[in-house]
């Protein structure tokens, strides 16, 4: 679990006690069912990570609301879109391994993160990775509720594959931006699990190849 689950649990259930010894038990109900959502919300569950070379796995849970092309940065990008609802999973966590190379942060609105807008226009925090001889971005982007990012990571640190990163309290969206090289295997609709999923690969197939040496083994056999 992460730690403010503790804090705002821990809280609400003082508070609980307290209210039930002050006034009546019942009192005492709403304060527990909160604390109870509390420590459910701020869940950090172990997941498996891929480990194969070049696989790109998603950095949060949530749906998939866009797959498309867009520029920033001054490039052409192939971009991921999640939506985290309130009962998904918060912590998010690197797509490659390798070394944190910016980190920048910008203020903004909170407008709904299933509006297209909010991409540039909400909080946010803009997280490029180099790893496996690519560069590639995240951000996490503050949605109507959200009004805290977390990211615990600072410019030169190291980060393996699927590691913890950061935290996005309550609904939110995570953007993916990967090069144009990257081969692109989850589509929009899909529900995807930070860590777990593998959304991308740096090594697309070439299914071409591969056929054209099973038409060369059956000259060959001629």
Request: glycine share 10%; with cysteine.
């Amino acid at each position: 679990m992460v730690r403010d689950g503790y804090y705002y649990g821990g809280f609400l259930i003082g508070a609980a006690f307290l209210l039930g010894w002050l006034t009546s038990p019942a009192w005492a109900i709403p304060c527990l069912v909160l604390a109870s959502f509390f420590l459910w919300f701020f869940r950090d569950p172990e997941r498996n990570i891929s480990q194969t070379p070049g696989s790109i796995v998603s950095p949060a849970d949530g749906k998939v609301t866009d797959v498309s092309l867009v520029q920033a940065e001054g490039r052409d990008w192939k971009r991921i879109s999640i939506f985290l609802n309130i009962f998904d999973v918060h912590v998010n966590r690197s797509p490659i391994s390798g070394v944190i190379r910016t980190v920048r942060y910008q203020e903004g609105k909170f407008l709904n993160a299933m509006n297209e807008a909010c991409a540039e226009l909400n909080e946010q925090n803009t997280v490029a990775v180099e790893g496996e001889g690519q560069i590639l971005i995240f951000k996490q982007i503050a949605g109507l509720l959200a009004r805290r990012i977390v990211f615990t990571k600072k410019v030169g640190d190291t980060v393996a594959r699927g590691e913890r990163v950061g935290l996005i309290k309550f609904g939110s969206r995570t953007d993916l931006l990967l090069g144009p090289e990257a081969e692109i295997l989850i589509k929009k609709g899909d529900r995807v699990k930070g860590g777990a999923t593998v959304v991308a690969s740096l090594h697309p197939k070439q299914p071409q190849l591969v056929g054209s040496g099973a038409q060369q083994r059956t000259e060959g056999a001629r």
